[in-house]
């Protein structure tokens, strides 16, 4: 806590007091360190219970329905996760959330 309080919030009050006295852009808000500080900081206490925590995952179910399918089904539902080169993968999916992303912005 004493390593928290002096890396983020001493950082944080002491630009936000220098802001207080530079000039700033007429109709422009000034920007509050401690404001957005205190938002990661609640942030990051969301997230500590995920990542914190051991999680284990089962595939079962899928494995199950893999084994019930016809040879005609597993061709078109394809989702056998030893089948994906991950090498391509990887790359593809990126480039694709990119895209995604950059066009809901435009």
Same mark, same amino acid.
């Given at each position: 806590? $004493?390593?928290?309080?002096?890396? /983020? =919030? ?7 007091? $220098? ?8 109709? &422009? %808000? ?8 205190? &938002?990661? /900081? %609640? ?11 051991? =999680?284990? =995952? ?9 084994? %019930? ?14 089948? $994906?080169? =991950? ?10 959330? &990119?895209? $995604? /992303? ?5």
């Amino acid at each position: 806590n $004493i390593w928290k309080f002096l890396s /983020h =919030w001493v950082p944080a009050y002491l630009a936000d007091g $220098i802001s207080m006295f530079t000039p700033s852009q007429p109709g &422009k %808000k000034k920007y509050s360190m401690i404001r957005a500080y205190d &938002k990661v /900081h %609640k942030a990051s206490l969301t997230f500590t219970f995920f990542t914190k925590r051991e =999680w284990t =995952w089962t595939a079962g179910n899928c494995d199950m329905l893999l084994t %019930k399918l016809s040879d005609a089904d597993k061709r078109t539902y394809n989702f056998n996760v030893n089948d $994906i080169c =991950w090498e391509e993968y990887y790359p593809n999916y990126f480039r694709g959330t &990119k895209k $995604i /992303h950059f066009e809901k912005k435009t």
